[in-house]
């Protein structure tokens, strides 16, 4: 290997680029089990994007000790009364920890423990969110403008999607006489 090496993944500020960059979108139609108002959700176009995910595994999934870096953009809008918003998961390796850092926009860190004890952090610009293993996560774009924020988590930890599609959180982010309000799920 030459002794000087340039990187060829390049993360601009707002967006990361190289050869080995992993994107996904998730869309209204992927979203069904998390938004609570199936009737709005029904009324919305199905391919509508509601985020996208960019991010570099340097090592293989499952690697103990490495890392992977991700940038996610979550879109504004609504459901209903409800912000756009990611899925949300434990880590599959409960233990594993996460750190988030907001980069533009303005949004919500909603974290459950594993008795289903719920609270959320506001994310503005480069707000830091540490989130401590056996914490579900999810981020809720609470603004009118793009959400994004880069995250870097341990490549061991997996992702368990099936208990917060199953049983969501406790708490859901809801549009409130105009403002965001962490309410009780009643659903
Ligand atoms: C993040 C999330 C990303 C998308 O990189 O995976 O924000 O959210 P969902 O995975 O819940 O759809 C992260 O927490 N990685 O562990
Ligand atoms: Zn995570």
Redesign the pocket.
């Known amino acids: 290997m030459a002794d000087i090496v340039v990187p060829s993944v390049i993360f601009s500020g707002t967006e990361l680029t190289g050869p080995a960059i992993d994107r996904l979108s998730?869309r209204i139609g992927d979203l069904n089990d998390i938004f609570h108002d199936k009737a709005a959700l029904a009324a919305m176009p199905a391919a509508q994007t509601v985020?996208e995910?960019a991010?570099y595994f340097p090592v293989p999934d499952g690697t103990e000790a490495g890392l992977?870096f991700?940038i996610?953009y979550i879109h504004p809008g609504k459901v209903g009364n409800e912000y756009f918003m990611?899925?949300?998961?434990f880590?599959k390796l409960r233990d594993r920890g996460?750190m988030?850092m907001t980069i533009e926009g303005e949004g919500m860190l909603i974290l459950m423990d594993e008795n289903r004890q719920t609270h959320a952090e506001k994310m503005y610009p480069g707000s830091l969110h540490y989130?401590n293993g056996h914490i579900a996560?999810?981020?809720v774009n609470t603004g009118n403008t793009i959400l994004t924020?880069s995250?870097v988590?341990p490549s061991d930890?997996g992702?368990d999607?099936d208990t917060?599609s199953t049983e969501g959180f406790s708490k859901i982010l809801i549009e409130k006489d105009g403002k965001p309000a962490l309410v009780e799920n009643n659903l």
């Open positions: 998730r985020y995910v991010s992977f991700g996610t990611t899925k949300g998961h880590h996460e988030y989130i996560h999810r981020t924020f995250a988590w930890a992702h999607y917060i």
